[in-house]
Structure formats: C-alpha cells, structure tokens
Nanobody, 124 residues
C-alpha cells in the first residue's frame, strides 16, 4: 500500500475542504481506511475510519456531524469531507490503512500504512 494524501489548505472558519487519499498500489480495497490528525504540540488523534467490511464508519466525537469519510475501492481512493471547519481543526491530516479489529479503529498503532500528511489551516 502506498498512500498519498492531498487536499489540505487554508480556509476560514465555517468553510469546507475535501481531503483525498490515493493508494497507488491498487490494494486499498483490502484494508480499512482511517484519517488521523496532529496539531502543533499535540499527539496524533483519531478523526474517522471506514471499516473494511459492512461499510461501518467511525468518527471522533469532535467531528461528528461535520466530517464524513468515504471511499471508492474501484478508484483506490478515500476521502474526508470536512464541513463547518473550526480553528481547532487546524492540523496535519494523515490517511492510514490497515486491518484493525472493530474496537481498535481509533488506535493509530492498528494501522500499518500511512500517507505523508496534508496540512489544514482554519483561520478565525
């Protein structure tokens, strides 16, 4: 799996962005996909995950109702649609792929493959 994240940028509070995560190896369909983020001076935190089977989606409480994770296995791509962005959403966003058990979807150590990160800056 070789992940490439893109779509970050600078946006005003209340705005929207869509992040993309493309797997150039063509095997993304075999893995669960997740997004994590890391703000300056903080630890990496879970944002959202899309399960491998059943289409179950998981979200951090801080983004529920504002962010949506999606994927298209035929395109080997996953997205993170972010609406109503807040300054606290400012971070480097990473996509990840792996095969975590359900209770570990928010655990970064459960993911084996990571993209390089894309910076999202939300101005107030």
């Amino acid at each position: 799996v070789q992940l490439q994240a893109s779509g970050g940028g600078v946006v005003q509070a209340g705005g929207s962005l869509r992040l993309s995560c493309v797997d150039s190896s063509g095997t993304l369909s075999s893995y669960a996909v997740a997004w994590f983020r890391q703000a300056p001076g903080k630890e990496r935190e879970f944002v959202a995950a899309f399960a491998l089977f059943g289409g179950t989606k998981y979200y951090a409480d801080s983004v529920k109702g504002r962010f949506t994770i999606s994927r298209d296995n035929a395109q080997n791509t996953a997205w993170l649609h972010m609406n109503n962005l807040k300054p606290d959403d400012t971070a480097v966003y990473y996509c990840a792929a792996g095969a975590p058990l359900a209770k570990f979807y928010s655990d970064s150590t459960a993911y084996d493959y990571w993209g390089q990160g894309t910076l999202v800056t939300v101005s107030s």
